[in-house]
């Protein structure tokens, strides 16, 4: 014999309803397990989030009130101030003994600027006669300017026949002082190329005319001059 199932007990077609329900129970048992608190966390979590009262007192300022009595304080010191300046006596009410201290103050005050030695004392330094200057106010110049001096080299210049033959050529320095009248004194070679050369370059500077001299607070001075002469072969 062979049992046949009872349609009212078949439990295939609530299948899905049984699933919902186990599912739903599960997920709201996990849900409580995580939210769940003792009654002390819920009490304190109480304490935490309850509103706490504050009560603000404002406070009015005073007024300032001026005082009359400091007002009228400072009005005196003022007056006494007013009247004190007008106490200092002129110099020109002084006594005789305190103008004769001053006429003293001022015999002092002159000596010191203008004393019995003269401009020795002061510090300035004299210019002596014949005293060579190396830093005039106004330089020693050629006449008619530093062109008219290269005319004048280039024109009067004969280049010696053994510097031609050796081919020597180059620039010598040539030193010299121009005295007060504007004539050329003391030459000397400060830097050598070869005697020829030397002497060439001696020669035209002895050729030169008169210079403007060298000023010191527009007096005319002997002054130091240091002239580069070239030599340059074609």
Do not use: C
């Not at 199932?5 to 739903?24: A, D, M, Q, T």
């Not at 304490?47 to 300032?64: F, G, K, L, S």
């Amino acid at each position: 014999m062979i049992a046949k199932k009872n349609p009212r007990y078949n439990l295939e077609g609530k299948r899905i309803v049984i699933f919902s329900l186990g599912l739903l129970t599960t997920t709201a048992a996990a849900l409580a397990a995580f939210t769940y608190q003792s009654p002390l966390e819920s009490e304190l979590e109480k304490q935490r989030i309850q509103p706490i009262a504050v009560d603000y007192v404002i406070e009015e300022a005073e007024p300032i009130i001026e005082k009359q009595d400091d007002v009228v304080h400072e009005r005196q010191e003022q007056q006494n101030d007013d009247s004190s300046s007008d106490d200092i006596t002129d110099p020109s009410d002084l006594p005789s003994d305190d103008i004769s201290i001053v006429d003293n103050k001022k015999k002092d005050l002159i000596a010191k600027v203008n004393p019995p030695g003269g401009t020795k004392n002061l510090g300035i330094k004299k210019i002596e006669r014949g005293e060579i200057i190396p830093w005039p106010t106004k330089d020693a110049a050629f006449v008619g300017g530093y062109g008219a001096m290269q005319e004048f080299i280039v024109r009067k210049q004969n280049y010696p026949q053994d510097a031609i033959e050796l081919g020597i050529q180059g620039t010598v320095y040539v030193n010299f002082v121009v005295e007060k009248d504007g004539s050329i004194s003391n030459i000397t070679i400060e830097k050598s190329i070869s005697p020829s050369l030397d002497r060439e370059a001696k020669r035209i500077v002895q050729n030169f005319p008169s210079w403007i001299p060298g000023e010191v607070d527009a007096e005319p001075v002997r002054t130091r001059v240091l002239l580069p002469i070239k030599f340059v072969l074609e």
